[in-house]
């Protein structure tokens, strides 16, 4: 939204003020007055003029709140300039512009991430507005995390929010007889997010904006909303599981670390007791589902003491499990993955062929095939899968991984759960 | 807010081939479901189409006049059979209702929701 190339001191403060509220703000303004492109053009006109302001008279006690101010008012004068707006108008007027309620931040975020990833939006779309509206990334930014081009990206968000207008979709948590549904796809698109920043942000430059926080604190604030969700409990553990590993996921100079290579004192032993807690918290409710069973999966690789004692059968269990609620071959390859190591390698390097129509362009799938090739002595066809994993992934750190496996001619390992 | 329903069918003689005496119970199930939401204050209009090869297309023709055509706009598997108009909270209930559209018993059959442009 900014770029903060001034000189002035309250440029930095307001990238930071922007980064830090944006999407609230927005999420605030669009609540207020029911339209969420109005609450964009009002929030950014409101960011110019504080930029103006602000290096006039220095960074207001309440920066977001001035900024949410500006943003209602910019939003009334739109609306005044445009004829077609009067009776939306009508009924905000009489609204008195009063200073924004900072308690109830995470209601304005659910509200708004609920209607982003409203079912009747498509899942690629649920997914582009989420990061743009709700975590507030650039256009460009996201079709980097998303390996797509700025034009089709921001195709996309528009599309989406001509749907919410003219359908009406509610910039709100969905009564509790929908909750169910519009709860499942709202938990989907957060995993995605954090999927999606996984191996995308961590990459070769530092510490850029890392998508997994901003995964995390919406799994947070979905988990607090609803505690009785044992779903919501369950992605919010899954996150805290998997990023509990993350520091040995990488090498300080960027690299991929599978998990059997990985340097389990390095695993932050209070984030993964934590995330079994939540787990536990969760099961109690006595309604299983597909994230809770990809956190006790991740529980199990979390307590192992080593790649070797992982208990396997247990994971091959729950992935059979997990098999009842998300058949997709995905979830049928990690089960494989599993599987190989209670199973003869030719069994399993069958079911993995078994799923090979359908997972053709999937990197993961034939970097499993080599690494099961290699077990059997098929050294030739398993450079051979080895590369076409290769061809099938842009992530520079999957690639490398590859890269060295191909030279060695013969690697060792799966790659991750 | 204002939604229509549109019903798409297939245009080939799917219903003609289901078993008989299922075609029946469904266009019963169908009657009691109309009038029930009708009755309910959601569906506020509505009507079912004769087929689309019934249809006449008038469109601008290359001499800038409008000419005629025998059969439906669009010539395809699916053809609008129907539609409903409706007068609900949101496109949840919107959804909600058309997910129980008798019809969807039936292989290719299908329900479009959209929203009225709000005048």
Known sequence: ?417 | MKYVMLFGSPSDDTWAQLPAGTAERIYEEIMTWWGQHAAAGEIIGGERLQAGSTATTIRLGSSSKPELADGPFIESKEEVSGFGLLEVADLDAAIALAKTWPALQVPGESVEVRPVFAM
């Open chain 1, 1 to 417: 939204m900014t770029d903060s190339t001034g000189s002035a001191s309250t440029d930095h403060e307001l990238a930071a003020v922007v980064r830090r509220e944006v999407a609230r703000i927005v999420s605030a303004t669009a609540r207020w007055c029911g339209d969420l492109a109005l609450a964009e053009d009002a929030v950014a006109d409101a960011v110019v003029e504080a930029l103006a302001a602000w290096r006039r008279t220095g960074l207001p006690p309440r920066p977001g709140g001035w900024l949410q101010l500006a943003a209602r008012r910019n939003a009334l004068d739109r609306l005044r300039r445009d004829q077609r707006q009067q009776d939306k108008l009508a009924l905000l007027e009489p609204l008195p512009i009063a200073e924004p309620d900072a308690t109830d931040d995470h209601q304005d975020d659910l509200a708004l991430l609920f209607a982003c990833c409203h079912p009747a939006i498509g899942r690629p779309a649920q997914l582009a507005l989420t990061l743009r509206a709700v975590i507030g990334l650039t256009t460009s930014e996201i079709a980097r995390a998303l390996l797509s081009q700025d034009t089709a990206i921001a195709q996309r968000i528009t599309r989406a929010k001509k749907k919410i207008v003219a359908n009406g979709i509610r910039l709100a948590v969905p009564a509790p007889s929908a909750l169910a549904d519009r709860l499942d796809e709202v938990l989907t698109v957060v995993y995605l997010a954090y999927n999606e920043g996984h191996l995308t942000t961590a990459g070769a430059q530092s510490r850029r904006r890392d998508l997994a926080d901003d995964a995390q604190w919406l799994a947070d604030a979905l988990a607090a909303r609803f505690p009785d969700e044992a779903e919501a409990l369950g992605l919010q553990a899954l996150l805290v599981l998997l990023r509990a590993r993350d520091h040995a996921r990488w090498t300080p100079d960027g690299a991929l670390v599978r998990l059997e290579d990985q340097d389990r004192s390095l695993w932050d032993r209070g984030e993964i007791e934590r995330g079994i807690a939540i787990v536990e918290r969760a099961g109690a409710l006595r309604r299983p589902g597909r994230f809770q069973l990809q956190a006790a999966i991740a529980a199990l690789h979390a307590e192992a003491p080593s790649y070797a004692s992982t208990d396997w059968f247990q994971i091959v269990t729950l992935y059979d499990m997990l098999r009842t609620y998300d058949p997709s071959p995905v979830v049928q390859l990690n089960r494989a993955v599993a599987a190989a190591h209670v199973l003869p390698v030719d069994a399993a390097l069958a079911d993995v062929d078994a799923l090979a129509a359908d997972l053709a362009d999937y990197s993961y799938l034939h970097s499993v095939r080599a690494h099961l090739l290699r077990q059997l002595g098929r050294d030739a066809e398993a450079v051979a899968a080895d590369l076409r994993a290769r061809s099938l992934t842009q992530n520079p750190a999957e690639r490398a991984l590859l890269a060295e496996r191909i030279a060695a001619g013969s690697g060792e390992s799966v790659g991750d759960d």
